[in-house]
């Protein structure tokens, strides 16, 4: 290859093999964005400019850029090429956001209680793909919305929630999730967490004291609950799902479950251990069905929602934080029929209702059928990056055990036969310059270390990088 370069930010490919020229692009301009030398704003050159400066073929600057468009580092915009988006904005590996690992649950700490570092890459799982958010079909349905919503729309409303979205929520629910459940019977809320708050401050003023987690399962659910006054009583988790025999020598009165993909294990609640739930909750027993990662699934079909079947004794939640964005604060809960009033009076004293406007976008994508297509490319988008990491993790960790890879948005590593502190294991991951989560994070009794690692953030090339970095400190990696 001659020795070519451009002016922009003094780039050379001497030396660089042909097969490598992708990755090297990629993560020079990620490191410039990361250090701030390309600023948010700063357009990238024209592909065929910066192609012919640097001796390549264009084919590659355009899978350069659309690299770091799925990250969420630069915007793409027609007619005047791609333009650096803020840092704190994306997914960024120089500042990464810290949403929830599973429904609910709190911000956790890093394995060690340094600050992120530059050029780390962060697989905690429950940072979605924040870079595939519809901004194009968000911002035609909000200009239909202001064009055509009427102005009382957009005063103190129901609590319940925008009788538009509660209408369209019926029908999605019915279509995508078998629920049988009438516009009237939703409940609009700030994301699950908002409906674990409610649900625990009704199940509190009825005197319950404690109430059913699963074990392993989402930390920042069991913060909830004990933030509102229920103490977590944990029930193991095993390749069928919640033990419910377990459950019942509990003695609780209510459980939450994450029965379409088991936060963190990605276990799928089995036939029998779902008939032996709805039996314990047909006795008096409460169910809070936590629709995780339902909506993300590759490998299998649609697992149905527990409520359909048991309408009187399920509490059915959702939310579009891990389909469009947590910061939307968009959910809902499905209650049965005798807890309606007092949750829509604990939402009422709570806010006085979900800011209308974005319900009411809500409603015109689903109406449209645009939310529906968007959760199809992410889910095709989504499955290029899982197959990417557990291939990784095949090839550079051939010891480990990899689980839930058939849906949702992380996967479960373990290590057969090893008995190492998988607190220890993360932080040595660290050290590699990527952030996990180790498995006993998630425990409430002990039991088997594990590392989870989100993939939904990241592309697939980047993904590669991570498993080749933690398999420096890990065992069963490849030599």
Request: glycine share 12%.
């Amino acid at each position: 290859m001659a020795d070519r370069g451009a002016d922009f930010l003094q780039l050379s490919a001497a030396g660089v093999p042909r097969g490598q020229l992708t990755s090297w692009l990629t993560e020079e301009l990620r490191s410039a964005i990361a250090a701030g030398r390309l600023a948010a704003g700063n357009r990238l050159p024209a592909t065929r400019t910066l192609a012919t400066d640097l001796g390549i073929a264009r084919g590659v600057v355009v899978e350069v850029y659309q690299r770091l468009a799925d990250e969420g580092l630069v915007e793409p915009r027609p007619g005047s090429g791609s333009t650096v988006l803020p840092v704190a904005l994306a997914p960024s590996p120089r500042r990464p956001s810290r949403p929830r690992p599973g429904a609910g649950a709190l911000r956790l700490p890093r394995p060690t209680a340094e600050t992120p570092r530059s050029g780390e890459i962060d697989l905690s799982p429950g940072l979605p793909d924040l870079s595939a958010f519809p901004r194009a079909a968000w911002l035609r349905a909000e200009r239909e919305v202001l064009r055509s919503a009427p102005a009382a729309e957009l005063g103190y409303g129901d609590p319940r929630g925008s009788g538009r979205l509660r209408s369209q929520l019926a029908g999605w629910l019915a279509r995508t999730r078998g629920l049988r459940v009438d516009a009237e019977e939703i409940l609009v809320v700030g994301g699950v967490a908002q409906a674990l708050a409610l649900l625990a401050q009704t199940l509190g003023r009825r005197g319950a004291t404690t109430i059913g987690v699963e074990d392993p399962g989402s930390k920042g659910a069991r913060e909830e609950f004990a933030h509102w006054g229920l103490a977590p009583v944990g029930v193991p988790v095993d390749g069928e799902g919640l033990d419910v025999a377990a459950l019942v020598g509990t003695g609780v009165g209510a459980v939450m479950v994450t029965p379409a993909h088991q936060f963190p294990t990605g276990v799928v609640l089995s036939p029998g251990r779902r008939r032996e739930l709805l039996a314990w909750a047909a006795s008096g027993g409460l169910v809070i069905e936590d629709d995780y990662d339902a909506e993300h699934r590759y490998d299998r079909a649609p697992v149905p929602a527990l409520q359909p079947s048991a309408p009187e004794q399920v509490a059915h939640t959702g939310s579009v934080s891990k389909s469009l964005a947590p910061g939307m604060r968009l959910g809902w809960l499905v209650a049965p029929a005798g807890m309606d009033a007092e949750l829509v009076a604990a939402k009422h004293a709570s806010d006085l209702g979900s800011p209308v406007l974005p319900q009411l976008v809500l409603a015109e994508l689903l109406a449209g059928g645009a939310y529906e297509r968007h959760l199809r490319l992410v889910r095709g988008r989504q499955r290029a990056r899982r197959d990417a990491l557990v291939t990784a993790l095949a090839e550079h960790l051939p010891g480990a055990q990899v689980d839930g890879v058939a849906a949702g948005l992380h996967v479960l590593v373990t290590f057969p036969g090893s008995d190492a502190d998988d607190v220890h294991l993360a932080e040595a991951v660290r050290d590699t310059g990527v952030v996990v989560h180790p498995l006993s994070w998630h425990r409430l009794a002990p039991g088997r270390p594990g590392l989870v690692l989100g993939y939904a953030a990241h592309a697939p090339d980047r993904l590669r990088e991570a498993v080749v970095r933690m398999a420096r400190a890990l065992p069963g990696r490849r030599n």
